[in-house]
């Protein structure tokens, strides 16, 4: 270990992290629950630099909900709507490709970023008439579309295997999954903050196959409700376990939860969001968990806000994830979503970083 990778008072844990050592289960729990945030903080930034350098990078990305229609009904969330409420929708291809139109003609999208509710009478036709439909009109644009939650459900719904749907889906031009839906996958906390999506093991599995037939994703985690340190540790860890096999994920997305317009906040069984030291004790954890393995830990701004996001970036983050232009999830539970790449080039700059924009799959396009 050189002399400058340490953190003065540092733990054992930090310590060993430092000196490249992967983290057990004890040590990340002990990280959570009792490390110093400084000096947490600290060492999670001196990983990032060593792997990740001073380049923060974003993608210049759409996000289209294409229904809120959902047959499942998770506490966590304000997004979703049963098929007779006023304001349910579902987009035809149409207007799915009138949208992408704008993405990509005016606003620059280098990534289409398509998730919704489980529609429960879709049949899979819909989704591939959707990808081919895009596909022919801008062919050059990334389609990260389906989440391994909503994977799972349309091979439920359509009597489909998991492989059979993914297969056929890329077949029409889907390139890569988003990371939504992981939330947490501990049983003890997915059984309070999830009703009818699928299991921790059901999500991982789905990523898993994902990977083996060579399509990329993202892995998220939604952390600041319920669960307790120990879930977030394992989370990490079963992502890291399983990144080690199928080397597939692009990025680890901690993703804070947004409290309003919630089942969690109307059952007041969530009376709070978590403070900003909790956000920032989760980043910095994930990033030494990760490290090594995986190298992206991105830091959503649209959850976090944008000066909390700042911060994060100086513990673990590298990644500012993308404009998010018409992001509506996060939008439903009272969030300011939609920026321009430039904004967050000076949000970037400001922290004395170097900004730039990435395609999906976190190959530099162009430094700003
Ligand atoms: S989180 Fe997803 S699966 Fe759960 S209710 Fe909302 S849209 Fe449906």
Redesign the pocket.
Known sequence: MQKSDTVAGGTPALEKVLAGEELSYSDGVQLMSEENLFLLGAAADKVRQKLCGDVVTFVASYYLNYTNV?A???P??A??RKSDQSDAYTLSTEQIVARSKIAVEQLGATELHIVG??HPKLGLDYYEKMIQAIKAEFPKVTIKAFTP?EIFFIARLTKNSVKEVLSRLKVTGLDSLPGG?AEIFHPDTRKQI?I??CSGEEWLDTARQAHELGLKSNCTMLFGHVEKPEHIVDHVIKIRELHKKTKGFTTFVPLKFSLENTELEQKGLVTAESPSTYDLRVIAVSRLLLANVLNNISVYWVALGKKVAQVALSYGGNDMVGTAFSEEIFRAAGKETGTSTQELASLIREIKRVPAERDTFFNHIRSL
């Open positions: 959902c499942a009904r998770c966590l969330c997004f979703y509710g489980f939650a839906g999830v009818g999506k």
